[in-house]
């Protein structure tokens, strides 16, 4: 089922802008995963964030985790083509990491050349 | 009303036997996946079919079959289970569009798959 509310639903972006998705929580996230999905594919694994505060990033994609561990955002610097897809989150309910993981509702990124 | 439905949630089973996990989901959707959740979180995707066709087969053992009677159901059988099969297993289904672009994909419950 579907727990985790991201917003936007839907972006669309100009090449070589920036942008920002948001995934919230009412509830502590002990682990967050953000996935993307290319058309035709399964889920792509892009980052992982479990300590408040903490931000990977990973070549024009940062995600970060808020200090209260119930908002993470994934942020694209300079958008490309490449980046169109779904952007989806997913999070552990529980401490341990031994718990099947809930999934937010999808972002939507178009990029337009 | 639940989207996407698995059953069992929950699967505890023996070494070498043969089990089958069902998903059904109820939006219409013409495209549904199976998942494997490995302990690092990461999801690898096993099948995919869009209107009971299989369109991805991702490199799985052939233990692993899946069926699709119907576009709203997918169900996955594993024979001669493995201790290496213990994982959890999400079925997910979205909105084929065309080459217009990917569809959001709604994920089950997930069903926690224990090996002895």
């Known amino acids: 089922s579907q727990e985790l509310e991201q917003s936007p639903q839907s972006l669309i972006v100009q090449e070589g802008k920036n942008l920002t998705i948001n995934c919230t929580s009412s509830k502590t996230l002990y682990g967050l995963y953000w996935y993307k999905q290319k058309y035709g594919e399964g889920l792509i694994f892009l980052m992982m964030l479990q300590k408040g505060g903490e931000e990977k990033s990973h070549e024009k994609i940062t995600a970060k985790l808020d200090e209260k561990k119930q908002q993470s955002s994934l942020h694209i610097t300079a958008s490309q083509p490449s980046h169109a897809g779904i952007y989806l989150c997913?999070?552990?309910?529980?401490?341990?990491?031994?718990?099947?993981?809930?999934f937010g509702t999808g972002t939507r990124l178009t990029i337009i050349p | 009303d639940t989207a996407v439905s698995q059953t069992p949630k929950y699967l505890v089973t023996q070494m070498g036997n043969d089990k089958s996990i069902k998903c059904e989901q109820n939006?219409?959707?013409?495209?549904m996946y199976w998942y494997k959740q490995d302990s690092k979180k990461f999801l690898k995707i096993m099948f995919s079919?869009?209107?009971?066709?299989?369109?991805i087969n991702e490199t799985v053992p052939n233990r692993f079959s899946p069926k699709s009677p119907d576009k709203a159901h997918l169900n996955l059988h594993i024979n001669s289970l493995e201790l290496g099969d213990s994982a959890v297993y999400f079925c997910a289904s979205s909105q084929r569009r065309g080459l217009a672009g990917a569809d959001t994909q709604y994920f089950g419950p997930g069903t926690r798959l224990t090996v002895l």
């Open positions: 997913g999070a552990d309910p529980f401490p341990g990491g031994n718990e099947k993981l809930t």
């Open positions: 939006l219409g959707h013409d495209t």
């Open positions: 079919y869009n209107n009971k066709e299989l369109i």
